[in-house]
């Protein structure tokens, strides 16, 4: 009997355990995986340069084997402008995490939609700063225990972010959802709009968005078991799994 | 040292992150407040990493603390036994180099230190948690130093873990196993 | 001596914060910090006094900048490129002149660099890194003590400049624990913040206040701020003047006789007095100026040391900053020496200057 | 009978447990007492005979630990 | 016959000709009359602060009578912020361009209302920046020339930004508005935006939002009446009157 | 002569980046720079060239930042608190060795200050006004064609050094007009940018490039860019060193016999060199270093001559930046005075250091 | 008959004509041979006879040049 | 000045924003680049007000020009009489100073200078339309300083009206009534 390989290391992986530093039970590399399986189905691999502002992400998406950039927190959204304007035809992913986006870039988040950059914007939102000690982000949610809300959130804290919600609003978005892979069928599901997300920016429609909601065991103090229950019991009703915009064109 | 006048001591915990480095080594400079007039705690670990390099010093004195910093110290306590070589450059001549011994197959070849294997991890999981071993090997170091009288660091740990009673019994006698050992090694 | 608390230099910031009745903090998250924010997240509210984590530290300033014009003493907190971020905001802050503290807690540069520690903002701390030229008071504790003494002093100076003041240290005091005992410093009597906005109702004599950071200055009633650029500068620079006069800061050891002096601040000024006590035990005459404060920078000791001809050697985890300030105080007469961040010993992030490459040093120049 | 198989690589697990709770015919295990070179929990392919060769375990590891290979005929 | 003032000077007026240097025709005093009216109304005259970071605003905010407070163009809102934290029982209004609050302060903009920030925010959208000589802003409409879109705004420039859409999307925003005084009975309607929103601020409720369609003939080049026509043919059907969030818990 | 514009020195910039080669723009309003990014509007769209409008300087720099890092020819400008918002970017493209040019047109400050013109900047464009201690070349022509042509050279400089280079004016230079002679000049060749992303499938290697403001460089392959951080202080060390030597730009006049010079640069070297003419007719001997980079500096000659004896006088619209280092030159042999923003001849920001004024001073200091 | 009257303060009053534009009753106009005295042309309260008052000319004027008043019986 | 060596000139044009201050002196400054080696206009104007003072600086020369900001000029052109004082102090010894009459009620102390009063917006009003009076004056300056022969202002004029023919019409006799004027006053 011929075997055949089924599922393994993601397409575009540069074989480097060195640098694959992230947490047991994080689920970061489960959407860099989407991303990288997506890139290499669609056949862009050759034209794609990754940048990564996310903090946990830097030595998470060093994995790749494409061309990479690592600016600094939240300045992966305008440098990925950058390199899209300057690289109109190559195929540009920029990651950020739920501080880059919501906090400190979403001022550039909101005026690359605004501007309707044709590039393609992963948020991976676990639900705080981890890189820096697991602080409060914009996407905590209400009541959650973080270094800067010891009590858990309250009103005074403001509210869980939306942004793929609120980035639907802008005319340049061509594209927009939120996804999980707190289960199988939910990891198949972001694929799903990772796949459409980028080929938005293929048929240079505008700018694309897919948020992925991601457990950081370590960062929550929890057991990955009860870190996927807390993105199924908590995160997920807070912030609901779908598409928020999908359209061909803007006008 | 002399152990009478006690003016200074120093130390220094390396290891890896999550082996209970940083705590221990905070624990005894806590301890030495009552006692001395200057009391120092310096970590220093990988900043990007979790689980990698992770090292503190930890300094008491009655005159002032100069350099935070320790270019050599008395005592160092290695919890990840591959750095052996590494360390033993950091011991002061006459001190002691303190290693866990699951995991060492090599030796130091300084004459001028002494070297203390302890098979702290084995102890600690026949205590019922691998967590308590860095406990352990600080026992072994007062046992040598004797740099802090035992009630004062045994006060200071039930103070620490007081609210988590479970933890505090193992870890107060891990540390007493320590001290025992420090005294067999002695001998 | 009193009750003692065995705290990291980080906390020692909110308590010394927490000491000189500040009312508010703002910041964002930025290792080697994020202690100081953490200990105002904590402590602040039950206290009932405010904590804001803002979105950026654009963001910080700026809610800085509308806190402190409250009257309020206030404060943010950062490190490496948050303080990039900070620049304009500092800028306005002192075109408005408004008091408020920033605890800078230095990493290694430029860019992200090292998230541990470094002296690497120096320049621009001292020489106002963002747009207009303007001045701080940069203090330079060593200590968990002092760090806690001078976030008191910082605002004091700020309340007594109507300026912003920089208390400077880095990550490795930051991250370093001693014993601090909490006291109230007293530096004496401050004017009414009568220039502060409240609304009009809460003002006692019933007339508008105004702040701008366009065309500087709010004076005091009666408005409105129209005084003139020129005005602003006048203003400005008397202020600057009379801070260099009065506020320059350091302690010195054993400098009488030395043929060569240290001159350092925070951990580096700690870890070369180490080095000097030993060399001393040599026979060799070295001494230390530790600066407390960066700017207004002492430059008549130095240029009186120099005077006599001392050789100076400049102890900075840094390619070279506070270099010039000496520099500038030796005018040339002698030699000037950089022990700076290439010695760290480490090539990975965690590298400090220790002990031994100052002794090392130290021998080198005094053979 | 089983349709495929798994290869656990011990040099990336990290004994978090995703390809044990995701798999749909509980093929995989985390066994507590065994131990990666890393010092983690150890998972192993426990039933081998009901896998489908579904690729999940694989792709739900987030530390691309497994690889999958299904049977086919020649 | 006694007379009785039916309408003159606005209210919180400080008599000072000298610092109202707007142009003839610009429509930007209609907003702040309404603000210092409506402030007036409320009765909270004694405890308003006035924080304007809007670049033409400089000098007609300068009339108020109240507190005022001028920082840097785009930093108004997170001065505000600082204000409102620092003085909870004061009533805060910050003013804005359309540079501001869509370029410049966008991410300032988002995260008070993501914070739910308790103060009301007004945005004066002139379609441009002026204040620097007309250059295109986010909310420049599609064709229009401006000294950065010397051809008309096109596509690769983006498409008009909706902030008091995308705004009304996060859960901190108790109100958002668009309202214009192109007719006097549109100046009445964005009256009332503006109490409601105000109200909402005196109620503690959330962060509020206006936005103030106002006619700028110098900037535009047109006569004051070619520039009411603009805004009634132009700018409305683009950016459509009225309210787009309004509720009185934030949960 | 060839065909001559007449054009202002904000589209000067802009006619050199296109004699440059400049491939992309990115920019944000602020006055007194706004007709560069309006001549990037208007001329480079339609040439095919890159126009991108940014929300914010923070945008501007950040998008030069993933431009730049393509290997392009990038360029951004601004002024006053726009260059205050750009500090920490500028800090990362230092970090990242990034070429790129700034055009900075300065205004008055701090804070908004005045939207004309001023010299204020000195100090944050010299010293790194961001985190981390860096440098940059930064070139200060005096005239519409010395603009143009600085530009051409920025580009030039930046890419030899791998590092951004500031081009400093000032309001008044950038709205005054002279005569622009067109023409592209031709510094010599550079190595190819095989360290810019581009897309694995069009690296002639077939490597992976990497470019990150982390932790320094992006070694040119094989990567990984895991240089430690010291690495990185080592090599930017290194290349600041080699900027030192090989980059101070002046120009004298009549210094030969001179017991004073004033040094100055911008649009003040322009109009002290009026009274100086004045002054020489007069029999004064008075001469002149006009700076035409003002880093890396050139201490030498300002040493040379004040050991001659020579005394300075520094004209610059500031409360005293330039000062500084011609301080560090003078090394106390001689005096140094300074002319500076007090003497602006008008209260409003309107003001501006008049060739009146620098004569009354030659006179007073040569009495 | 008039409900009430207009005053237009020449000082501020700026001509942009909005007053014009939209007095429902057509009781203010643009006088392009008069000035005010910084050399705009000034508006004028041409029909006074049917104003009624109602306050709109004041109220949309940009620069607060008119105050309306109405007349009331006592 | 001597009309035929003509080695450099200089030229304040002072008023209110609207004036055509700015415009006038860039088309001088532009004609004179054919004639001259060097030539200069600086602009000055209030940033944030619309319609407040505006200046503009020009000067042509075959030297070098240094400062591009003057104290004195040979002739100051001043749009608004309000400001006489001011600008009667920038005019050098032995130069003019231009002003429009309208609204003058004052006149110069100085001896050593000539003060010409014009009529320029009577004069435009009467053309047709007041914003010539900029042209109107320029004229009268060239017509005593004969800077830059008329042909090629007259050029320079052409060229950038070229476009608006009505416009380019009314400036050209603006610019030519102005001249005849400098005669008139001259003789
Ligand atoms: C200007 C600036 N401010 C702050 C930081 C510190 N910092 C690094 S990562 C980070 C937040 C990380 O959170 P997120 O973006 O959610 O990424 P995660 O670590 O969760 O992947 C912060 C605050 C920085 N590097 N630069
Ligand atoms: C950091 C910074 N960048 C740029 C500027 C210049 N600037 C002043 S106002 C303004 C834009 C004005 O537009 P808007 O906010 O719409 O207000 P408006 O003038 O239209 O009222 C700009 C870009 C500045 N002052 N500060
Ligand atoms: S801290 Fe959280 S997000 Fe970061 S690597 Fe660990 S588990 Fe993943
Ligand atoms: S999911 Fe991967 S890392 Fe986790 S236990 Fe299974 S094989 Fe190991
Ligand atoms: S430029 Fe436009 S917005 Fe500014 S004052 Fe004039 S008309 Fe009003
Ligand atoms: S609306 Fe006001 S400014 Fe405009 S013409 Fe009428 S009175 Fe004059």
Known sequence: MKKELVSGL???????????????????????????????????????????SSACGYGIVLTTSVDAMFPNHGQGIDVATGVKRLLPDCFIISFGGDGDVAAIGAGAFVNAAQRAEKYSMIMVNNGHFAMTGGQLAPTTLMGQVTTTSPEGRGPAMGYPARMPEMIATVQGTAYSARGAANNPANFLKT??????????QIDNVGFSFVEFLSACPTGWHMTPQESIKWVEEKMIPTLPLGEFKDVDTLD | MDKSVSKRADLIIAGLGGQGILMGGKLLATAA????????????????????????????????????????????????????????????SGGYLIVESAGLNETIERKDIKMLSVPALNMAVEMGDRRASNMILLGVYLGVADSIPVPIVEEELNRRFAKKEKVRLLNLNAFRKGLEEAHKLAA | MGERLFVIGNEAIGWGALNAGCDAYMGYPITPQNETTEWFAKEFPKRGKVFVQSQSEVGSINIVFGAASTGHRVMTSTSGPGWGLMQEGMSHLANGELPCVISLVQRGGPGAGTTRHGQMDYLSATRGGGNGGYKNIVLTPASVQETHDFVQLAFYLADKYRNPVIVMTDGLLGQMAEPLELRKLDFGSLPEKDWAVRGRANQPDGVRRVVTAMQGLMPTPPHPPYAGFLDLLKVLNEKYETMKEAEARYDTYMIEDADLIIVAYGYTA?????????????????????????????????????????????????????????????????????????????????????????????????? | MAKGEIVIDEMYCRGCGYCADFCPKDCVAIQEDKFTPQGYPLSSFVRPEDCTACGICSFMCPHHAIEVYRYVEE
């Not at chain 3, 022990?339 to 760290?344: E, H, I, T, Y």
């Not at chain 3, 100052?358 to 120049?365: A, S």
């Open chain 1, 10 to 52: 993601p397409k575009l992986w540069a074989h480097n355990p060195a640098e694959r530093l992230e947490c047991p039970g994080c689920q970061y590399p489960l959407i860099t995986r989407i991303v990288y399986d997506v890139i290499d189905e669609l056949g862009v691999e050759g034209k794609t340069i990754l940048v990564n």
């Open chain 1, 191 to 200: 694929k799903k709009y990772v796949k459409k997300a980028f080929q938005k």
């Open chain 2, 33 to 92: 407040m009552s006692l001395y007039r200057c009391s120092l705690w310096l970590p220093s670990y990988a900043s990007r990493v979790r689980g990698g390099p992770s090292e503190c010093t930890v300094i008491f004195s009655n005159d002032d603390i100069d350099s935070p910093i320790l270019s050599k110290a008395y005592a160092v306590i290695l919890v990840d036994p591959p750095q052996l070589k590494l360390f033993e450059q950091r011991v002061r």
């Open chain 3, 270 to 367: 700690r870890v070369s007095k180490e080095s000097l006590k030993i060399a001393r035990k040599d026979g060799l005459k070295v001494g230390m100026i530790r600066l407390q404060a960066v700017w207004p920078f002492p430059y008549e000791i130095i240029t009186e040391m120099a005077s006599k001809g001392c050789r100076f050697l400049v102890v900075e985890d840094s390619l070279g900053q506070l270099l010039e300030d000496v520099r500038i105080g030796v005018q040339g007469k002698t030699g000037v020496h950089l022990l700076g961040a290439l010695a760290r010993h480490d090539p990975s992030d965690g590298g400090m200057i220790l002990p031994d490459s100052v002794l090392t040093e130290i021998y080198r120049l005094m053979e």
